[in-house]
């Protein structure tokens, strides 16, 4: 078999299963590693490939070493300008809720809500609140060790690409993520506008990604 021929639903798939094999987090402190990459679950996402939870995003600190917990917990209980995934969440809340919401006007991506660094006002600090308890009550995520910086940004790039790209994992019609500002997010289904678009897995990467897998079951499982 050709090795570049394999199909992103094939790598898919294989990818979910991999990570099945791996116990499910709620907590950032229980993991036993720091440096890795992160794989969302999402309460009520299931798909295909993932009949008991798709993956919804994938995460790394990708410039920094050792920081793995620090930035899921900037996830959990951090605030929107120290994490996009919470910038995501707040901002598809609120445009759930009023689709003409003042903390996002005067557009998708450019309210002092969705804008980076800009400051939350009195209407939106409560939406910090509202996106950490919706951390801990409908998201669950996976781990997997990469020490090596740069083999971890390779596969934090491969894996958003190929989860993307497959044509079979589509998010449900109620999705949250729908009401996210980034067309990507809505058109991939996952927490993620990086790497959407970018080079999938090969049957290599996917050994490798075995093999990694392997090596976090034993330190996740003791
Ligand atoms: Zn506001
Ligand atoms: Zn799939």
Known sequence: MDMATESAESICS???????LLPLFTDPSLVPFIDGLYFFYEKGESSFHGPEGRVVRVGNHPRSDGNLIGRLRQHYFGNKNASV???????ALLRA???NHPCLSP??????????????????QPVEVQVSALFQSRFKFRCVEIVDRHERNKFEALLIA?????????????WIGLSAYSSKI???????????????????????????VKNSYKKESL
């Open 14 to 20: 294989k990818i979910h299963s991999l990570l099945d």
């Open 85 to 91: 995934f919470r910038k995501f969440l707040g901002g």
């Open 97 to 99: 809720a009023n689709q």
């Open 107 to 124: 557009g998708p991506g450019l309210g002092h809500w969705e804008k980076q660094d800009a400051r939350t006002c009195e209407r939106c």
């Open 162 to 174: 190929s989860l993307a790209t497959c044509s079979v994992c589509r998010p449900t019609a109620h």
């Open 186 to 212: 809505h058109k991939c289904g996952l927490w993620n506008s990086q790497h959407v678009n970018g080079m999938i897995m090969n049957s290599n990467d996917i050994q490798r990604f075995a093999e990694l």
